[in-house]
């Protein structure tokens, strides 16, 4: 057992290499068997929990294991462990998702489910220049990045591409960051593909694969669909290459980190949609929360009204109301004469926002939190603190 101190120093991150092409007919194959498991387990649970005639039962990952004993003698390519793995994941999946039935995995056709294999850790071996798994040698790219390393559980995993990768969780030690240089930050995450701080800072991730777009778009018209998964692929790297930078940048600058709220389901219903789910916030969220806490700083999410409209110097709502004004990039405050960037506007007034005292309900121990008082709470705002580190 590791003690509370090196657990303190090491955090859990997912190694994802990928795995060379000899083995990925025989990776298909298992696919295949895997998927039998999973939905031998769909339906066998199901049936437990809604059975003819009998009392209901809701069956786990143990249940399940004492249900297959023998089973491994039926396949060509996993084993029990593998088998055992699967039932696990099921039941923690199901559990999960508080369903009495999850989706069937599919083995062919267009809706065919992507290849998953999970393993435990003692499954995959190290044996000379490549790994053991199931009595069958694997190699990987990138090798040298597993020496001396301790892995947990894993799986492999295929992309859409028909790529297969092996990816592992692996503990590693935690890289100590120096100290923030300023103190706090707001930022907006627009409607559009856009990011920005309330220090006037953006980032347009678009930029850097909206040029991809037009080549995906070709190879579709061609009936190239191999080539524009390839460039799909391309295209989500180079977006998140872009928002991994963004997001160590801003958790290396600032110490305490407020983003306002998008989780609102108005944005998605609106013809922007499109930006709006495929910039991924919620991963740039991710991000910032465990990158945060991974260097001592504070992140908090700041639910907050009208931020777009909100005149950042005045507080007067003369900014662009509606939705359909979304165009308007920027403006200018009829009160006090301002001239402000819309995403930027945004970002202060977030800013402004978190740093008025937090919820009443006290369950926030950021370190630069006011003390909570609740004559001074502003009933309009709610802010919950989402990760702090000590
Ligand atoms: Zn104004």
Not at 92 to 102: E, G, H, I, T
Not at 114 to 133: D, H, M, N, T, V
Not at 286 to 308: C, D, F, W
Request: glycine share 6%.
């Amino acid at each position: 057992m590791a003690s509370a101190a090196e657990r303190d120093s090491t955090v859990i991150r997912t190694c994802r290499l990928k795995v060379k092409t000899e083995s990925h007919a025989w990776l298909e194959a298992s696919a295949v068997e895997v998927n039998q498991v999973w939905n031998w387990a769909n339906a066998t649970s199901y049936k437990a929990a809604y059975p003819f005639s009998g009392s209901r039962r809701w069956l786990s990952g143990y249940d399940l294991d004492g249900l297959c004993v023998g089973a491994s003698r039926c396949f060509k390519h996993i084993g029990s462990d593998t088998i055992q793995r699967v039932n696990a994941v099921f039941a923690a999946r199901r559990q999960q998702f508080k369903k009495p039935k999850l989706r069937w995995r599919v083995s062919k056709g267009p809706k065919r489910s992507l290849g998953w294999i999970p393993f435990k850790a003692g499954q995959l071996k190290r044996k000379g220049k490549s790994l053991r798994f199931s009595g069958k040698a694997f190699r990987v790219f990138e090798r040298d990045s597993l020496q001396e390393v301790r892995w947990k559980s894993g799986c492999f995993a295929q992309d859409a591409v028909g790529d297969w990768w092996l990816c592992l969780a692996v503990e590693r030690a935690l890289v100590q960051t120096v100290a923030a240089s300023r103190e706090l930050v707001g930022l907006d995450l627009g409607l559009e593909d856009t990011v920005a701080t309330s220090d006037g800072d953006k980032l347009e991730p678009g930029h850097f694969y909206r040029h991809i777009e037009q080549k995906i778009a070709q190879a579709r018209r061609r009936g190239h669909i191999r080539q524009a998964k390839r460039l799909q692929r391309t295209a989500t790297r180079c977006r998140q290459d872009a928002l991994h930078k963004y997001s160590r940048k801003i958790v290396d600058r600032y110490q305490s980190i407020l983003i306002g709220d998008v989780n609102s389901p108005k944005p998605v219903k609106t013809r922007d949609s499109k930006f709006a789910l495929r910039s991924g916030w919620g991963m740039l969220k991710t991000q910032l929360q465990y990158k945060g806490q991974q260097a001592g700083r504070s992140v908090r999410i700041v639910h907050e009204s009208n931020t777009a409209r909100t005149c950042s110097s005045c507080k007067a709502f003369t900014g662009p109301s509606d939705l359909r004004m979304l165009a308007v990039r920027i403006w200018v405050c009829s009160k006090c004469g301002d001239i402000h960037d819309r995403d930027v506007n945004a970002a202060r007034n977030i800013l402004s926002a978190g740093r008025c005292p937090p919820s009443a309900n006290g369950n926030e121990s950021s370190p630069t939190a006011v003390p909570t008082s609740r004559t001074t709470v502003n009933p309009r705002l709610r802010i919950s603190t989402l990760t702090v580190a000590a």
